[in-house]
Every structure is written in structure tokens, then in C-alpha cells.
């Protein structure tokens, strides 16, 4: 049962455009989310967070928006640079429980 | 700071032979940490968590007695494959989390992974 959905296992973007990437969960538990970079041979690196409280946050070029009753959340690159290039993993909690739940990750590939 | 190191890299092993992966917390004390399993295209899946100075917590169908987990100190953790098969094989990533870090106590920061390769 995967409780934390990325729909789309690729998505190619032309560098200095935006790039959003999609997540979608099904536990109503939920209350704080996450999202990862990662490189190949490499572990994720933390690069945003949001809590339930809120339906938006920003940190420099990225942007996650939570969506509640959609139990939809998207993370918003803009603009897009080649470095951005790497999957991207969502993320879930709940509770304040320190057990993640993940997506099945998104590649991205920025074209110059 | 919140580096987290694992070794080896990577290693290639026979069937049947053990082998252990250390995740080490170089900059900061890991109250608690997690170990992940990722096969090809896949999430990453939660193996177990541990607490310093305790027994692990093992996810749903994670066997205990085939992957050994002992955290022995606040900058340590390993992980024991026991009698390894080519099905182990996969890409197995540590966390942690716990005090002196940037950001918020509950944030997780993750090892660059270890590829294991059973023949």
C-alpha cells in the first residue's frame, strides 16, 4: 500500500523555466511533509518542509504548497537550473512521529 | 555541520557470508537512527530504527535475526546482513537525527548509502 504517491516517475524541464513536481498521499494522518534531492550512489538531501498548518513555504528558488483536502502537495522550481537535475522524493509524517514515509520519486532533468 | 558517513561504499559478496555497513554521525550526536533499503525505480523503504543504547525497532516484515542492528553509541550505528542472498542485494542508506543540529530536532539527515552486491 503506497501511502505516498509520485504519479510521474519523469519530468524533463528547459533550464530557467519552472519545474513542479507532484505528490499525492492517502493517510488523513499526515501532518508534515518533506521534500528530497538525490544523485545517483548518493543519499537524499534535505531541501524543504512544510507543516499542516500551513498551505505554503519558500525557500529561495523552491516552493512546496500543501493542499489538504486534495491531500495533494507540489514542489515549485523556478527558475530551473542544470544542477537541479536528480530525483526528487516526497516525504510524510505523522504525529510528530519520527518514521518517514516516501514516494516513489521523480526524476528531473533540466535542459539547457 | 550534520554529516552523516556510511562504509564501505559499496561491497561485493558471496552468498551465504555477512556483512556489516557503519553509519557514523560525524559532527553531531544521533539520538536515533534510521536504516533504508532501495531497489531499483523504487522508494526507499524503512528498514528499522534505533535509539542509542536500545533494541531496534523493526518494520513489518524486516527479519531482526537477518539484518542486526546495534546503535552502541550517540555517533554510531551498524548494520549486519547475516547470511547474505542474491535478493539482499540493494542500496541500503542510514539516517539520523538528534541534538546540535541546524533545523528542527525532528529532521532526518541521510548517509550517501551503501550499494550491496551479493553474487
Known amino acids: 500500500d503506497q501511502q505516498v504517491k509520485q504519479n510521474s516517475p519523469s519530468l524533463s524541464v528547459q533550464e530557467g523555466r519552472i519545474s513542479i513536481l507532484n505528490c499525492d498521499y492517502t493517510n488523513s494522518m499526515f501532518d508534515y511533509f518533506l521534500w528530497y534531492k538525490k544523485y545517483p550512489a548518493e543519499g537524499p538531501t534535505f531541501l524543504i518542509s512544510i507543516s499542516s498548518i500551513k498551505d505554503k513555504n519558500e525557500d529561495g528558488r523552491f516552493t512546496v504548497f500543501l493542499n489538504k483536502s486534495a491531500k495533494h502537495l507540489s514542489l515549485h522550481i523556478v527558475p530551473s537550473q542544470p544542477g537541479d537535475s536528480a530525483v526528487y522524493f516526497c516525504?510524510?509524517?505523522?504525529?510528530?512521529?519520527?518514521?518517514?514515509?516516501f514516494g516513489t520519486g521523480t526524476r528531473l532533468t533540466i535542459i539547457p | 555541520g550534520a554529516v552523516v558517513s556510511q562504509h564501505p561504499s559499496w561491497v561485493i559478496c558471496k552468498s551465504g557470508t555477512s556483512v556489516k555497513i557503519e553509519c557514523r554521525s560525524l559532527d553531531f550526536q544521533a539520538t536515533t537512527m534510521f536504516w533504508y533499503r532501495q531497489f531499483p525505480k523504487q522508494s526507499l523503504m524503512l528498514m528499522a530504527t534505533?535509539?542509542?543504547?536500545?533494541?531496534?525497532?523493526?518494520e513489518q516484515g524486516v527479519e531482526k535475526d537477518k539484518f542486526l542492528i546495534n546503535h552502541a553509541s550517540l555517533t554510531l550505528s551498524t548494520l549486519t546482513v547475516t547470511s547474505a542472498h542474491p535478493e539482499d542485494s540493494s542500496f541500503y542508506i542510514c539516517?539520523?537525527?538528534?541534538?546540535?543540529?541546524?533545523?528542527?530536532?525532528?529532521?532526518?539527515?541521510f548517509g550517501p548509502g551503501t550499494r550491496l552486491t551479493v553474487l
Open positions: 534505533s535509539n542509542e543504547g536500545s533494541k531496534a525497532t523493526y
Open positions: 539516517s539520523a537525527r538528534g541534538y546540535g543540529v541546524r533545523g528542527s530536532y525532528n529532521e532526518q539527515f
Open positions: 516525504a510524510a509524517s505523522a504525529n510528530g512521529n519520527e518514521k518517514l514515509t
